[in-house]
């Protein structure tokens, strides 16, 4: 059974940091593309950031570019998202999730359509 667990969310002022952690059991997420995504009230959930199986290859939406860092760390099963600078635009839940997918990670990362699995989510909070 896959299970993929966030944490590390919390409450911040503005330009302040938050690193959000992802566990993963029961799938190999080394051999398959991930994400971050995030919903805030009322809107689409959106992709924030996406890893390549590797680790080498990283993707992020224009709105978090040169402040949120994705990283892996495949021995440990584990995803990160470093966010720093953080705007209240930045107020979302935020969830890790996996795919399949073993190549094209730079085409799909943004579509959540694409993703098999999901955490339950971590709240972040950023106030002015």
């Known amino acids: 059974q896959v299970q993929l667990v966030e944490s590390g969310g919390g409450s911040v002022q503005t330009g302040g940091s938050l690193r959000l952690s992802c566990a993963a059991s029961?799938?190999?997420?080394?051999?398959?593309?991930m994400g971050w995504f995030r919903q805030a009230p009322g809107k689409e959930r959106e992709g924030v950031a996406g890893?390549?199986?590797?680790?080498?290859?990283?993707y992020y939406a224009d709105s978090v570019k040169g402040r949120f860092a994705i990283s892996r760390d495949n021995a440990k099963n584990m995803m990160y998202l470093q966010m720093n600078s953080l705007k209240p635009e930045d107020t979302a839940m935020y969830y890790c999730a996996g795919t399949r997918l073993r190549w094209g990670c730079g085409t799909v990362w943004y579509d959540d359509s694409k993703y098999n699995y999901w955490g339950q989510g971590t709240q972040v909070t950023v106030s002015s």
């Open positions: 890893i390549s199986f590797s680790g080498i290859n990283t």
């Open positions: 029961g799938y190999t997420g080394g051999s398959a593309c």
